[in-house]
C-alpha cells in the first residue's frame, strides 16, 4: 500500500509514501505538521485502508478536526482506530492491522525512553511494518528529542520530512525541508509553502533563503 501525497506541488517531489516504511514529519509549534498527518490519514482511509492514530491530545477533538477536515469525501464507517495514549512503550502493537499507522506527538509520548530504548522500540516497528505493509507517520515536535535520541529517530526512519516557520521581514515564511527520503533519494532545499489552518498551499517558484 502506497499513500498518495495528496498537496500540490509536493506530490511532484514526493508522490507517495511508500509500503512499509517509516516516516518522521518534523516541526515546531506549527500546526502544519499534525494537518498534513491527518490528511495522510484521510486519504488512506478514503482509498479502504486500516487507520490507526495515536494522539496525546484529545481523543474528541481529533475526531472533530478529522470529520471537518474530510469535507465531503466518503469514508467507510469505523475506518479509523483512534488511541489516546499518555506514553508508549511499544510502537508494534499499533501496526499489526496493516495500512497507516499515524502517531501525533510521538516525541512526547516516547519522551521518558532512552535513546537505546528508541532504538529498540523504533527497530521493532521498522521490522512489523515490513512484514504487514505498514506504513508509519510520526509526528514529532523540534526540540523534545534529546540530541542523541534525535539521531536515532532520524536514522531509524526511511524519510524525514520537516516543517519550518521562521519571522522574515514580511512577515511568518514557512518552508519545507526534506533531508532524507527513501533509498536514499534526499531534497536539499528550501520549498516554500503557506498555511491557512485548511490547506497547505506549494509554491515551487519562491526561493527561502
Given at each position: 500500500m502506497s499513500i498518495p501525497v495528496e498537496v500540490p506541488g509536493l506530490d511532484t517531489i514526493i508522490p507517495e509514501l511508500s509500503e512499509g516504511k517509516v516516516v518522521l514529519v518534523e516541526?515546531?509549534?506549527?500546526?502544519?505538521?499534525?494537518?498534513?498527518?491527518?490528511?495522510?490519514?484521510?486519504?488512506?482511509g478514503r482509498f479502504g485502508w486500516p487507520v490507526a492514530f495515536v494522539t496525546s491530545r484529545d481523543r474528541d477533538e481529533l475526531q472533530s478536526q478529522l470529520a471537518v477536515e474530510r469535507g465531503?469525501?466518503?469514508?467507510?464507517?469505523?475506518w479509523v482506530e483512534?488511541?489516546?495514549?499518555?506514553?508508549?512503550?511499544?510502537?508494534?502493537e499499533f501496526a499489526e492491522a496493516g495500512g497507516l499507522l499515524a502517531i501525533d506527538s510521538f516525541s512526547i509520548?516516547?519522551?521518558?525512553?532512552?535513546?537505546?530504548?528508541?532504538?529498540?522500540?523504533?527497530?521493532?516497528?521498522?521490522?512489523?511494518?515490513?512484514q504487514r505493509g505498514t506504513t508509519?507517520?510520526?509526528?514529532?515536535?523540534?526540540?523534545?528529542?534529546?540530541?542523541?535520541?534525535e539521531a536515532v529517530a532520524v536514522h531509524l526512519a526511511d524519510g524525514v520530512l520537516q516543517f519550518h516557520a521562521r519571522e522574515?521581514?514580511?512577515?511568518?515564511?514557512?518552508?519545507l525541508r526534506i533531508p532524507k527520503w527513501m533509498d536514499g533519494k534526499f531534497v536539499?532545499?528550501?520549498?516554500?509553502?503557506?498555511?491557512?489552518?485548511?490547506?497547505?498551499?506549494?509554491d515551487l517558484r519562491s526561493r527561502v533563503l
Amino acid at each position: 500500500m502506497s499513500i498518495p501525497v495528496e498537496v500540490p506541488g509536493l506530490d511532484t517531489i514526493i508522490p507517495e509514501l511508500s509500503e512499509g516504511k517509516v516516516v518522521l514529519v518534523e516541526s515546531s509549534a506549527d500546526a502544519a505538521k499534525s494537518f498534513f498527518v491527518r490528511r495522510l490519514a484521510l486519504t488512506a482511509g478514503r482509498f479502504g485502508w486500516p487507520v490507526a492514530f495515536v494522539t496525546s491530545r484529545d481523543r474528541d477533538e481529533l475526531q472533530s478536526q478529522l470529520a471537518v477536515e474530510r469535507g465531503e469525501g466518503k469514508l467507510p464507517e469505523r475506518w479509523v482506530e483512534i488511541h489516546e495514549r499518555d506514553v508508549v512503550q511499544d510502537l508494534q502493537e499499533f501496526a499489526e492491522a496493516g495500512g497507516l499507522l499515524a502517531i501525533d506527538s510521538f516525541s512526547i509520548l516516547t519522551l521518558d525512553l532512552p535513546a537505546d530504548g528508541l532504538a529498540r522500540s523504533l527497530r521493532g516497528l521498522r521490522s512489523i511494518c515490513r512484514q504487514r505493509g505498514t506504513t508509519a507517520v510520526l509526528a514529532t515536535d523540534r526540540g523534545m528529542f534529546e540530541p542523541r535520541a534525535e539521531a536515532v529517530a532520524v536514522h531509524l526512519a526511511d524519510g524525514v520530512l520537516q516543517f519550518h516557520a521562521r519571522e522574515g521581514p514580511e512577515g511568518v515564511q514557512r518552508f519545507l525541508r526534506i533531508p532524507k527520503w527513501m533509498d536514499g533519494k534526499f531534497v536539499d532545499r528550501n520549498i516554500y509553502y503557506e498555511f491557512d489552518g485548511k490547506r497547505i498551499a506549494i509554491d515551487l517558484r519562491s526561493r527561502v533563503l
